[in-house]
């Protein structure tokens, strides 16, 4: 079993003029391992369900160099948004637009 290499909470807020206060943060619960399997997967959907029930908007993500069968049928079914490849946590910079993220 490989190791869990992180996880934690990012945020995004929306930029713009028309912002309110329910759509201006997002909160990416982000779980980051070398090969991801369906407990990340099943670990980030539970936290962002969790701030969902608490009335905030906020995504699972989940970032590794190989999935599991399992874990990308998870994400195939929308439990999860998958980053995969050596490049991943980059690529996660990227689609939260870097510029407003906080780290949580």
């Known amino acids: 079993m490989d190791r869990q290499v992180g996880s934690g909470i990012r945020s995004s807020r929306r930029v713009g003029k028309e912002r309110n206060k329910t759509s201006s943060r997002v909160y990416g619960v982000v779980e980051v391992s070398s090969t991801v399997g369906v407990d990340d997967v099943t670990r980030g959907k539970r936290g ?4 969902v029930s608490a009335g905030s908007r906020a995504i699972a993500v989940v970032v590794g ?16 948004v998958l980053v995969k490849g050596a490049e991943g946590a980059a690529a996660v910079s990227n689609v939260i637009a870097p510029e407003h993220l906080e780290l949580m």
């Open 65 to 80: 160099r190989e999935i599991t069968r399992e874990a990308q049928l998870s994400c195939e079914n929308g439990d999860a």
């Open 48 to 51: 962002a369900d969790l701030l």
